[in-house]
């Protein structure tokens, strides 16, 4: 056979050579390379939701995460590339997905790394149709009323903007 299963042993961090041997004393000496690393752990991810139009940065956080072209975050049964940031952070667009809960996991090379206990919630999208009174005075201060639909799915976090500034709380 061309291939050999073993499972590493415990080890400190760092680099060692892989041998085989038959009788304990006879080795093979090629040297086969491996590093041992610290076991990545993720402990939450956040924005725990976002639009079903998908495009919601997800910020994972952790330790002893590493650079790996097989990072990724899974929403439900989805894989999108996760961004290594360091070793206490990666970064991941959500997908479109319909409304609702889905499940949320890092996974490297299709192995999860870290299962969510709590799911990342897809919402319906806002759409705003219009804005009553349609003008009001420079100096502020007008109660305006915002027509749409999606707002009870984002009641708790969900404010006004006048083009780049922010309404005040009415």
């Known amino acids: 056979s061309t291939e050999?299963?073993?499972?590493?042993?415990?080890g400190g961090e760092g680099g060692v050579a892989?041998?085989?041997?038959?009788?304990?004393?006879?080795?093979?000496?090629?040297?086969?390379?491996?590093?041992?690393?610290?076991?990545?752990?993720?402990?939450?991810?956040?924005?725990?939701?976002?639009p079903s139009t998908g495009g919601t940065e997800v910020?994972?956080?952790g330790s002893a995460l590493?650079?790996?072209?097989?990072?990724?975050?899974?929403?439900?049964?989805?894989?999108?590339?996760?961004?290594?940031?360091?070793?206490?952070?990666?970064?991941?667009?959500?997908p479109p997905h319909g409304a609702g809960p889905v499940a949320f996991s890092v996974v490297d090379g299709g192995r999860a790394l870290y299962a969510a206990d709590a799911a990342f919630e897809y919402r319906p999208p806002m759409v705003v149709t219009g804005a009553s009174p349609p003008r009001g005075s420079v100096?502020?201060?007008t109660l305006v009323t915002v027509a749409g639909s999606g707002f009870l799915a984002y009641?708790?976090?969900?404010?006004?903007?006048?083009?780049?500034?922010?309404?005040?709380?009415a």
Do not use: H, I, K, Q
């Not at 000496?29 to 725990?48: H, W």
């Not at 790996?68 to 899974?74: E, F, I, T, V």
């Not at 009641?155 to 709380?169: E, L, M």
């Open 66 to 94: 590493a650079f790996s072209p097989g990072l990724a975050c899974r929403f439900a049964f989805v894989d999108v590339a996760a961004s290594f940031v360091s070793d206490t952070e990666l970064r991941c667009l959500a």
């Open 139 to 141: 100096a502020g201060g």
């Open 18 to 50: 892989v041998e085989v041997t038959l009788n304990g004393l006879d080795f093979t000496s090629d040297g086969a390379a491996f590093t041992y690393r610290a076991t990545p752990e993720v402990t939450g991810f956040a924005p725990a939701s976002g």
């Open 59 to 61: 910020v994972v956080a």
């Open 155 to 169: 009641a708790a976090s969900a404010t006004c903007w006048f083009g780049d500034a922010v309404a005040a709380s």
């Open 4 to 10: 050999l299963e073993c499972e590493a042993p415990s």
